[in-house]
């Protein structure tokens, strides 16, 4: 386990580092730089000025120097300066992480609360009326776009509460903000849980097939000891990595959600950073998600050992 | 009976005249909150070039003179002091001296003086040792040789040959003055002005907070005690907000007729105003490029042009037809529209046509045999959308367009660097007057003249209108070289929009300008009555 560990690590670390080059990279290929972008929103290009800027920013030195500066800064802490704001990338990014971690923990939550349970009484009770309702509930979760429930929660709140839940830094309280954050959660999590559920349903009705299923049943276990006991456990092995997969993607994948509700989140900040060719914020904030993706990944992985002990890990 | 019921009806109406004007007196206190579309820039009114800058900006300047900000109509009449107390050109109309405040601190407690006036125009015109990161304006202060300071309170601009309309310039929302002591770089992140708001922050894709300034050297302004910029990119989510109360305001002129449409049937006490904003859609062709250097296949171009038919798709029919300048009543310099029937393209758009097809035959186009070219645009609905009417309507003219969608960073350097045919821009006029618009779109060398478009000869009219101090005469000039250059085919002009703005009944003292929208934004004494 201690040798398996270690590898992990360190194929961690290669993994980061090759996602580093590859945003780095992909981010110079692009057309257009801060400066291009800086003299559009004026209308006009002066070269000169050009060329000023894009020295006075770095962007004149070789490619490989500017990815070892960067590079170099991450391993001191230091991420640079957002060229937009002209304020530090850190205070730029850190703010905005547990704004997008409340939002994706609840989300994620609620895919959780809703998916596995619902999953598991759509199989045990196949082709039931029940059934039908959850599938065609699920599948709707799945093909709804988020941004059109979105904006239909914020007409319904406008319609018949008079108000609308979004985002504002002072909310009034741990109930408020929890009221905040629920709401656009629940419009993420309503396609989250749907794929839960879908998950979880296939992944029982395959394992409620199997011989120690039945074995089970015969040596007079209880539906409820059969079920949640000998069937769930071994079916949720596929529904954790989805879970994991999911909580990877919602720190960093909720752009339409924070768009509709206003939220001042990872996600946004992210495609106006991109928009903005803001390499510094951009850059950082990828290599964060990438921290938190394979971060997750690798506890899922864990996962597997606690909830089936017949894996090994050499 | 009858003396004690009119006494009783002279009693009410005396009460509720007393009420009405009560209500009416203005009322200190509160917070607008207003969204904003987006993150701006920058807050250095001077380094950008939009209006998300100068909305939540303006407040926290003064110019030297500005607009009356209750005049719909932005004008050299309509022109009223602000730092100055009052100006006034010499015998030559080559030097024109403004008398200033001594009673005017900046927000950081220095006071204000003549200097700042000239260390804002070395600035501007590149002289000063700090320099702007970009500064698309310099081009408006082409004629102004010097800025001379005698003692704290005069300053005289000294200009190489007399120019009318730089009093339109300097009241512009354009046009603030900024402080000596305050680095051109901390004036992006953290500006100081003299204006009635202080800047507290402004937090990317969050808020824009401003704060009333206390030591507001206009006694008694501003009555709000802040103003909150909400920023919602979001459009559907912003009309949202604004119909549930959580915004008192739209963002200024950023509601299409659909959209004001879909609030008043929300919110029927909402006031909300349409108007034209001085941004014109028109067609930029590049001029150097066969088949596009020949005049006559230009001139089918133009013939082919249904301009009602964008206004009417594109707009709901809230767009003007007209030529580089707004066209009146908003507009102070437009042509009359009968001159302008008279311009190829305005007129009988059947006739035209035919005329059109005439031409493109001549040149050996057919149905059969069409010029396929592209039509390349910003890939904006804002831009898109005008531009596949267009692909439409050259159709009819043998022309067989695919639209060419320009990432929206690439826009101006693809057109810099002349890599089109035919496009489709949006130009944006920071006042209505003819020397911004003519100097900075069609002189020979201007970076913003994106065709190219170089005639020496018109070029001699610009600057015998730009020094012309009588009005009649001058507006004769304007008329007559805004014609040539429509027949030029030198950026035809497609249609100039309008669009909407929306308030809550207790917000006072809004005015929205007809003719601008960069100008109107300082908020000093808007009050709200709750």
Redesign the interface.
């Known amino acids: 386990m201690g040798s398996y560990l270690i590898r992990r690590f360190f194929l961690m670390l290669l993994t980061l580092f090759g996602i580093s080059v590859l945003i780095f990279t992909m981010l110079r290929i692009v057309p257009g730089n801060i400066a291009d972008i800086v003299f559009d929103a004026a209308g006009m290009i002066d070269v000169a000025e050009k060329v000023k800027l894009e020295k006075e920013l770095g962007l004149d030195k070789p490619i490989p120097l500017q990815y070892v500066q960067w590079v170099d800064g991450l391993a001191h802490g230091d991420l640079g300066y957002s060229y937009v704001s002209e304020k530090p990338a850190l205070d730029e990014i850190l703010p905005r992480i547990p704004i997008t971690a409340k939002l994706a923990g609840l989300a994620l939550l609620f895919s959780i609360v809703f998916g596995v349970p619902l999953g598991v009484i759509s199989a045990v009770r196949q082709n039931s009326k029940l059934d039908y309702v959850l599938r065609v509930i699920s599948l709707s979760g799945l093909s709804m776009p988020a941004f059109w429930l979105g904006l239909l929660i914020l007409m319904a709140f406008v319609k018949y509460f008079g108000t609308i839940p979004i985002y504002t830094d002072a909310p009034g309280g741990f109930w408020a903000a929890l009221g905040l954050y629920s709401i656009p959660a629940a419009a993420v999590g309503f396609r989250s849980s749907a794929l839960v559920m879908r998950l979880t349903r296939s992944s029982m009705l395959e394992v409620l097939r199997q011989d120690y299923i039945r074995t089970a049943r015969a040596k007079g276990a209880s539906d409820q000891n059969v079920n949640y006991h000998h069937a769930l456990r071994n079916a949720v092995l596929p529904v954790v990595t989805v879970i994991g997969i999911e909580a990877a993607f919602l720190m960093g994948g909720l752009i339409v959600t924070e768009t509709v509700f206003n939220i001042p989140g990872v996600a946004r900040f992210l495609v106006e950073a991109i928009r903005w060719r803001d390499y510094p914020i951009v850059q950082n904030l990828v290599m964060f998600i990438a921290v938190v993706a394979v971060s997750i990944n690798f506890l899922v992985d864990l996962l597997y050992a606690v909830l089936d002990p017949r894996i090994k890990y050499s | 009976m009858g003396t004690k019921s009119a006494a009783l009806a002279t009693a009410i109406l005396a009460t509720l005249s007393l009420t009405t004007a009560q209500a009416a007196e203005p009322k200190h206190g509160g917070i607008l909150h207003i969204y904003h579309r987006e ?1 701006p ?2 807050l250095s009114i001077h ?4 209006f998300s800058v100068n909305v939540p900006a303006m407040g926290i300047f003064n110019n030297l003179i500005m607009y009356d900000q209750h005049k719909p109509q932005t004008s050299i009449a309509n022109i009223v002091p602000e730092l100055a107390t009052s100006w006034a050109w010499d015998k030559s109309n080559t030097a024109l001296t403004f008398k200033l405040r001594s009673d005017v601190k900046w927000h950081d407690g220095v006071p204000f003086t003549a200097k700042d006036v000239k260390c804002t125009f070395d600035l501007l015109q590149g002289k000063a040792q700090d320099k702007f ?4 304006r310099k081009d408006w202060y082409a004629f102004v040789s010097d800025v001379s300071v005698n003692g704290d309170t005069e300053a005289t601009f000294h200009l190489k040959r007399p120019q009318p309309s730089l009093l339109a310039m300097l009241a512009s929302g354009y046009t603030p003055i900024y402080p000596c002591h305050v680095p051109a ?1 901390q004036m ?2 953290h500006p100081i002005g003299t204006g009635p708001f202080k800047f507290v922050e ?6 824009i907070k401003l704060v009333k300034n206390p030591d507001y050297w206009k006694k008694g302004l501003p009555y709000l005690d802040g103003i909150e910029y ?5 459009r ?2 912003a009309v ?2 604004f ?4 915004v008192d305001m739209t963002f200024p002129t950023e509601m299409t007729a659909a959209l004001v449409k879909d609030i008043k049937s ?1 919110d029927k006490t909402a006031i909300c105003e349409i108007k034209p904003i001085n941004v014109s859609t028109n067609l930029i062709v590049n001029l150097e490029s066969p088949p596009f250097n020949n005049p006559d296949l230009r001139k089918a171009m133009m013939l082919s042009l249904d301009r009602k038919a964008f206004i009417d798709i594109i707009l709901q029919g809230q767009g003007d037809q007209g030529g580089s300048l707004l066209p009146p009543p908003e507009g102070v310099w437009g042509m009359p529209p009968d001159m302008l029937k008279t311009i190829a393209g305005y007129g009988d758009v059947k006739k035209d046509r035919d005329e059109a097809r005439a031409i493109m035959t001549k040149l050996g186009y057919s149905p059969d045999k069409p010029l396929k070219i592209k039509v390349s645009t910003r890939n904006l609905a804002t831009y898109r959308d005008p531009a596949a009417v267009l692909i439409d309507q050259l159709k009819s003219i043998y022309i067989d367009a695919d639209l060419d969608p320009v ?7 693809k057109v ?1 660097r002349k890599d089109y045919q035919v496009g489709l821009n949006l130009t ?1 006029n920071g006042i209505d007057d003819p020397d911004q618009a003519f100097y900075e779109n069609y002189s020979c060398g201007s ?2 003249n994106y065709t190219h478009y170089c005639n020496k000869e018109l070029e001699k009219l610009f600057d015998q209108q730009s020094a012309e101090t009588d009005l009649t005469k001058r507006k004769q000039l304007v008329w007559e070289i805004d014609k040539k250059i429509q027949e030029d085919g030198a950026r035809p002009i497609l249609f100039h929009a309008r669009t909407g703005t929306c308030w809550k009944p207790y917000v006072k003292n809004m005015t929205i300008e007809n003719n601008s929208a960069y100008n109107g934004y300082r908020f000093e004494d808007l009050w709200l009555d709750k």
């Open positions: 993150t820039p920058s380094e950008e070039a939009t990161r970009k500064n698309p770089a992006r992140t402004m937090k990317q894709n969050e808020s909400t920023i919602i990119k979001n559907a989510t949202l907000a119909v549930a109360g959580k929300q990432e929206s960073s690439q826009w101006f350097a810099a944006g970076e913003r």
